[in-house]
């Protein structure tokens, strides 16, 4: 029987730890199977043939039918896996947390257990008229994050 389970299990038996990683597996009640992979140094057409030319291989031996999406994360797609955070290092996000706020900044640092992320915010001086801008660091742990996108600029 095809499931999430099984999929994942070959998924993960294909790429065995290496640079490429499962992000996300859906399968639907009328077995349409959809993979999505990442890598600490991005995911190439190759790598994603690959990976379906073996599930392919392995499900057709079950003889039932199936159709199978693989592909890349996406750069659109939310942020799944803590891994993910290394590669990014250096580009804009919009990341919500579980209390309901919006944090948008340059992801300059992270480890395994929190990120740093830089922005600007304009200020009242703290002598006189007008505004200035002030550089912040917004520090965030990993359990705060309900959903983290990257900003893409066009």
């Known amino acids: 029987m095809i499931n999430k389970t099984y999929i994942t299990q070959l998924v993960e038996q294909h790429l065995n ?11 639907s009640a009328d077995n349409q199977i959809q993979i999505f992979v990442d890598g600490d140094e991005g995911v190439t057409i ?39 955070y290394k590669r990014h290092i250096g580009r804009e996000f919009e990341i919500k ?18 990120l ?3 922005y600007q915010e304009r200020e009242n001086k703290p002598l006189g008229k007008g505004k200035i801008t002030v550089n912040k660091q917004h520090k965030i742990n990993l359990n705060e994050i309900k959903e983290s996108k990257i900003k893409l600029k066009f």
């Open 17 to 27: 730890d290496g640079l490429i990683y499962l992000t996300s597996v859906k399968v």
């Open 116 to 118: 740093i992320l830089n």
């Open 97 to 114: 947390l579980n209390n309901g706020t919006k944090v948008n900044g340059l992801l300059t640092e992270f480890n395994n257990e929190q």
């Open 46 to 84: 190759a790598d994603c043939v690959s990976l379906s030319r073996f599930i392919e291989k392995t499900l057709n031996e079950t003889n039932e039918d199936f159709s199978l999406d693989v592909s890349s994360h996406g750069a659109t797609a939310p942020i799944e896996l803590p891994r993910q």
